[in-house]
Nanobody, 124 residues
Framework: QVQLVESGGGSVQAGGSLRLSCEASGYLLLSKCLAWFRQAPGKEREALVSENGGGGVTVYVNSVKGRFTISQDNVKNTMYLQMDSLKPEDTAMYYC?????????????????WGQGTQVTVSS
C-alpha cells in the first residue's frame, strides 16, 4: 500500500521559514516525478514546484521562485519543500504528490499518489 505522509506544517509569521516533509512507504520516490501543490480556501489546487526523475526542477508559480525549494533524500525515501520568506498569501493546505513516470506536469489529475495535506498559515 502506497502512502505519502506529510509533516512540518504550522503557523509562522511573515518572513519566517518552514520545511515540509513527505515520507513515502510502499513506494520508491527515486526516478519518479515529485511535486508540491497547494490549495487555498475557495481556490483550485495549484502546482508549485516539481522535480522530474532526473532531478530537473520546474517552478510553476512565479511568486515562489527563489523562496521555495524542492529536494529529496533517497536514503530516507522522503521529499521536502523548504519555504523561506513566507508571506500571508502563502497560507494554504500543502500537498505532496508523486507520479508513476519520469516527467512532471502541473495538472493534479496526472499524479497517482498524494499526501494527506498539511496546513501552512502565515500571519502578517
Amino acid at each position: 500500500q502506497v502512502q505519502l505522509v506529510e509533516s512540518g506544517g504550522g503557523s509562522v509569521q511573515a518572513g519566517g521559514s518552514l520545511r515540509l516533509s513527505c515520507e513515502a512507504s510502499g513506494y520508491l520516490l527515486l526516478s519518479k516525478c515529485l511535486a508540491w501543490f497547494r490549495q487555498a480556501p475557495g481556490k483550485e489546487r495549484e502546482a508549485l514546484v516539481s522535480e522530474n526523475g532526473g532531478g530537473g526542477v520546474t517552478v510553476y508559480v512565479n511568486s515562489v521562485k527563489g523562496r521555495f525549494t524542492i529536494s529529496q533524500d533517497n536514503v530516507k525515501n522522503t521529499m521536502y519543500l523548504q519555504m523561506d520568506s513566507l508571506k500571508p498569501e502563502d497560507t494554504a493546505m500543502y500537498y505532496c504528490a508523486a507520479r508513476d513516470a519520469y516527467d512532471c506536469f502541473s495538472q493534479p489529475s496526472l499524479y497517482n499518489h498524494w499526501g494527506q495535506g498539511t496546513q501552512v498559515t502565515v500571519s502578517s
